[in-house]
């Protein structure tokens, strides 16, 4: 991967980066069982602002950290600059900002002139070749879609560092929108989504004219492309509509849901037709006894075709010795993983982060704990001269049981999924399907 690193980089930052950077793409691209997609990526050479969705607590700032040719300046709470994780942020280049709700026992003044000082740093660190991320929404919390308005700072600062360079410092937001396929999941799937960069420069003379104005016309076309490229419901209702369509198979991801709804807000007849379909097929549904998420499973499985499917069952057969191995070697790491997050966690944001900070440490020393068993209870005349070297392969042959147990799971789950259609008679003349049909007819029409 090509890295390219401004003049003021320390010795250290040019003799880590590259190695950090092809970690992680590594690490997010290969092994995953839902690799990382990027969609409309565009060129991340030179100085920009990485204006990204923040739904996912410090999870966030990993993709905005690798993804460029050089290492971001991220603007983070300033709640975040203390022990144990605040030498790490910093050498990572976090900026603290001072938040009203974070501080209400300080001035606004003092609040004013630390953030002052952060944003001037910013603006001396994108004027030396860096690039800086922002998460405009201020705070990262479980809501159906972003959470509007968005904070004028990316703005602010975008504009102030434009104009300390007489619009000459080239300087692009890119508006990124980040679905997770779970929050509480490592490895579950991350779709990037790029939106169109926007060239601030371009609002020279409205900056020149009234800042005021300026900023919110900014403001106002990056608040466009993000709600573009992140799966953003307006509200509740919305959000457990498009999951129940996601989970029917009727459309690919929430960010399709999203998109489609956004396109259809002001068709009223599109949403009572919806909700009286709907809840038409749910009822029907609940007599036959079918869980929603199996109608997907099973459009899914139909959607293989007949040789792809009879590779798959030949899969699932064959496979199910090494996916009970897999349950009864990795059930105990994943036990010890779950409790000790679910211990300190508060919300599922801080799962996810917990999860993927704690995984390598707890798995590793559950891992050398079953080799130790092993060796000294179970196996103890065939492990006596069994040293570290055997305990790596351990580890690496329980990641890869790991894995292959996920993609069986995955293929037994759909297959699975046919036997609640079996036993409840449905066929292709049965009013479910004809409901089910009804609801994708009308999604279609619109």
Aim: hydrophobic share 45%; glycine share 6%; with cysteine.
């Amino acid at each position: 991967m090509r890295t390219k690193l401004p003049k003021s980089a320390t010795f250290i930052q040019r003799a880590t980066y590259s190695f950090i950077r092809s970690f992680f793409h590594f690490f997010f691209t290969f092994l995953p069982y839902y690799p990382i997609k990027r969609i409309n990526k565009p060129n991340l050479d030179g100085v920009f602002i990485w204006s990204c969705s923040h739904s996912n607590f410090l999870c966030d700032a990993v993709p905005a950290g690798y993804e460029g040719n050089a290492p971001t300046k991220f603007l983070g709470k300033s709640t975040l600059f203390r022990f144990p994780i605040k030498t790490f942020i910093e050498f990572c280049g976090a900026l603290p900002v001072a938040r009203a709700e974070d501080y209400k026992d300080k001035t606004q003044e003092s609040r004013v002139a630390q953030n002052r000082s952060t944003f001037k740093a910013a603006i001396a660190a994108m004027k030396d070749g860096w690039p800086v991320a922002i998460f405009p929404e201020g705070v990262s919390i479980v809501s159906p879609g972003l959470t509007l308005p968005l904070k004028p700072g990316v703005a602010k600062l975008a504009l102030s560092a434009e104009d300390d360079s007489d619009f000459n410092l080239g300087l692009r937001i890119i508006p990124v929108g980040l679905e997770y396929g779970s929050r509480v999941k490592v490895a579950s799937g991350l779709n990037i989504r790029y939106g169109k960069p926007i060239l601030v420069s371009r609002y020279k003379d409205d900056y020149k004219e009234n800042e005021q104005q300026a900023v919110k016309k900014l403001m106002n076309e990056l608040t466009e492309q993000m709600v573009s490229v992140f799966p953003h419901f307006e509200d509740e209702h919305k959000q457990t509509i498009g999951k129940k369509l996601v989970a029917l198979g009727l459309v690919r991801s929430k960010y399709d849901a999203a998109q489609l709804f956004l396109a259809r807000k002001n068709a009223p007849e599109f949403w009572s037709g919806l909700d009286k379909k709907m809840k038409a097929f749910e009822e029907v549904t609940r007599n036959s006894g079918i869980p929603v998420p199996a109608w997907g499973l099973r459009r899914i499985w139909k959607e293989l075709g007949p040789i792809r499917r009879a590779k798959r069952r030949l899969y699932i057969l064959f496979g199910l010795p090494f996916a009970i191995i897999d349950a009864l070697n990795n059930s105990l790491p994943e036990f010890v993983l779950s409790s000790t997050v679910d211990l300190i966690a508060v919300d599922e944001t801080e799962k996810m982060t917990l999860r993927f900070m704690a995984s390598p440490i707890l798995l590793g020393l559950v891992y050398c704990a079953q080799f130790i068993f092993f060796k000294y209870i179970v196996f103890e005349s065939y492990m006596q001269n069994m040293g570290f070297g055997s305990y790596i392969i351990y580890c690496l042959c329980s990641f890869m049981l790991w894995y292959f147990g996920v993609h069986w799971r995955r293929q037994f789950k759909r297959w699975f999924s046919l036997l609640f259609f079996y036993k409840a008679g449905i066929d292709a003349k049965s009013e479910s399907v004809a409901r089910y049909k009804e609801l994708r007819k009308h999604l279609s029409d619109f």
